[in-house]
């Protein structure tokens, strides 16, 4: 069974830091580029970050460009995200995503979603 399970979510105060982990299994982990969404409420599904399949690019959206960094691991099936100065405005469900183009073929697979509150 494919499976992405997040975890690392939770409250920190404003100007705090927390690293979201997500573990793969079920496919094969190293061929597919990884990315980290986000969706507040009421508002569009957002991607935050993207990694290449082999780590060698990287894509951050504006908001938290410079305050956050992805990473991941091919051996241990693991992509990361290291988030530092947060701000309220963060708060969202974070989705872990992967993500392969073999035209004409497109492959998508989601985790559950983990929480993060940005608060005092």
């Known amino acids: 069974q494919v499976q992405l399970v997040e975890s690392g979510g939770g409250l920190v105060q404003p100007g705090g830091s927390l690293r979201l982990s997500c573990v793969a299994s079920?496919?094969?982990?190293?061929?597919?580029?990884m990315s980290w969404y986000r969706q507040a409420p009421g508002k569009e599904r957002e991607l935050v970050a993207r990694?290449?399949?082999?780590?060698?690019?990287?894509n951050y959206a504006d908001s938290v460009k410079g305050r956050f960094t992805i990473s991941r691991d091919n051996a241990k099936n693991t992509v990361a995200l290291q988030m530092n100065s947060l701000k309220p405005e963060d708060t969202a469900v974070y989705y872990c995503?992967?993500?392969?183009?073999?035209?004409?073929?497109?492959?998508?697979?989601w985790g559950q979603g983990t929480q993060v509150t940005v608060s005092s």
């Open positions: 995503n992967a993500h392969r183009d073999t035209f004409p073929l497109t492959t998508d697979y």
């Open positions: 079920g496919f094969t982990f190293s061929i597919f580029a």
């Open positions: 990694i290449a399949s082999a780590g060698g690019s990287t």
